[in-house]
Every structure is written in structure tokens, then in C-alpha cells.
Nanobody
Framework: QVQLVESGGGLVQAGGSLRLSCAAS????????MAWYRQSPGKQRELVAS???????NYTDSVKGRFTISRDNAKNTVFLQMNSLKAEDTGRYYC????????????????WGPGTQVTVSS
């Protein structure tokens, strides 16, 4: 069973920093694209940043210049460095990964982690 587990969330003051991590484990042959989403109360889940296996990145406009997504392919892990945090960055952050398993079908499947809470106080 492929699982994703996020860590690194917490409470931080505006202007502070946090580093999120998400590790994929299980019967994994390869991890393709990985991404971070967030969901704030009363809002839809939105894409924050994504990264391909070859390190091509994409960011939503509101985090450009403040957040950096990176990955470690050897450890099937994706990171999100969040600097200059604002109150509007508050939300639950979810990791998603497209995984090719080393058992069963070779078609890639998308897996979500349970999320980690980020709260920015103003």
C-alpha cells in the first residue's frame, strides 16, 4: 500500500518560515509529479506548487518568491520551504504524488497524504 505522510506544519507568526516534508512509502517503482495543495476554511483546495521528476516547478501567483518546492527522488520525498508567511497562508497543506507501483498495474496512480496544518498568526 502506497502511503504519503506530511510533516513540518505548525503555528508561526507572520513573517516567519516553515518547511514541510512529504515522504512516499510502499511498493514504489517511480514517483512522477509531486505537488502541494492547501485548503483554508470555507475555500476550495488549491494548488500551491508542483514539481516534475526532472525538477520543473510551478507556483500559484500568491506564493511566488516566498515558497520553494524541491524533491529528493532517492527518498521519494518532496519539500515546501515557506518564507515570509502571511495570515492568508493558513490552511491544511496536502501532498499529492503520481506513483508507478512495482506490483500490480504499471499505470501511474495519484495518492494524497492526510495533510498537515499550517497556522500563521498576524
Amino acid at each position: 500500500q502506497v502511503q504519503l505522510v506530511e510533516s513540518g506544519g505548525g503555528l508561526v507568526q507572520a513573517g516567519g518560515s516553515l518547511r514541510l516534508s512529504c515522504a512516499a512509502s510502499g511498493p514504489i517503482s517511480r514517483v512522477n509529479d509531486m505537488a502541494w495543495y492547501r485548503q483554508s476554511p470555507g475555500k476550495q483546495r488549491e494548488l500551491v506548487a508542483s514539481i516534475s521528476r526532472s525538477d520543473v516547478t510551478n507556483y500559484t501567483d500568491s506564493v511566488k518568491g516566498r515558497f520553494t518546492i524541491s524533491r529528493d527522488n532517492a527518498k521519494n520525498t518532496v519539500f515546501l520551504q515557506m518564507n515570509s508567511l502571511k495570515a492568508e497562508d493558513t490552511g491544511r497543506y496536502y501532498c499529492i504524488a503520481e506513483v508507478v507501483r512495482n506490483s500490480g498495474s504499471s499505470n501511474p496512480l495519484k495518492y494524497w497524504g492526510p495533510g498537515t496544518q499550517v497556522t500563521v498568526s498576524s
